[in-house]
């Protein structure tokens, strides 16, 4: 039943035409946590106006002459004016200076964040999503709006 449900979610949301695909099975990535998806989301990408690149990490956010860039794990330089992290379940920022990570951590290196989202002195900065809860994916719609 599974391969099936994988089987409509990959054709009806373009996985593999738009490069998206997890290349794992379903159940390993399913488990008992529903995705959500912006609306739109798939549509954007394939239309060129949202980037996604899968299996990278940013090493470095810098301001040049181009604007706001992003230095990638794979050698790339993209321009950012947002960055979206999909971390997973490592909370891990390596990119952010070391000023700003003792700004937003205690001692132990644990967040601390206003409503699980919010660094107190550090502005333009949310993290989306790293307090954990049976109702993640709700939690995390409510704080991005």
């Known amino acids: 039943m599974l391969s099936q449900v994988q089987w ?3 054709k009806q949301c373009r996985l593999k035409e738009l490069d998206l695909h997890p ?3 379903f159940e ?3 488990r008992s946590t529903v995705s959500l998806v912006t609306e739109g989301f798939y549509d954007s990408v394939a239309a060129g106006r949202i980037t996604v690149t899968k299996d ?3 090493r470095e956010l ?16 993209v321009r950012a004016d947002v960055v979206v992290c999909g971390t997973g379940w490592n909370q891990s920022v390596p990119f ?4 700003i990570m003792q700004r937003v951590t205690d001692k132990d290196g644990n967040f601390r964040l206003y409503r699980s989202m919010i660094p107190v002195d550090v502005p ?7 307090n954990s809860s049976f109702f993640s994916q709700l939690n995390c719609e409510v704080g991005a709006l």
């Not at 810098?62 to 330089?77: E, F, I, P, Y």
């Open 23 to 25: 290349s794992k099975p």
């Open 28 to 30: 390993t990535i399913a």
């Open 62 to 77: 810098n301001v040049t002459a181009q604007g706001r860039v992003a230095r990638l794990s794979n050698g790339a330089s």
């Open 56 to 58: 990278c990490e940013i």
């Open 8 to 10: 409509v979610v990959t």
């Open 96 to 99: 952010l200076p070391s000023d």
């Open 124 to 130: 333009h900065l949310i993290f989306n999503g790293y």
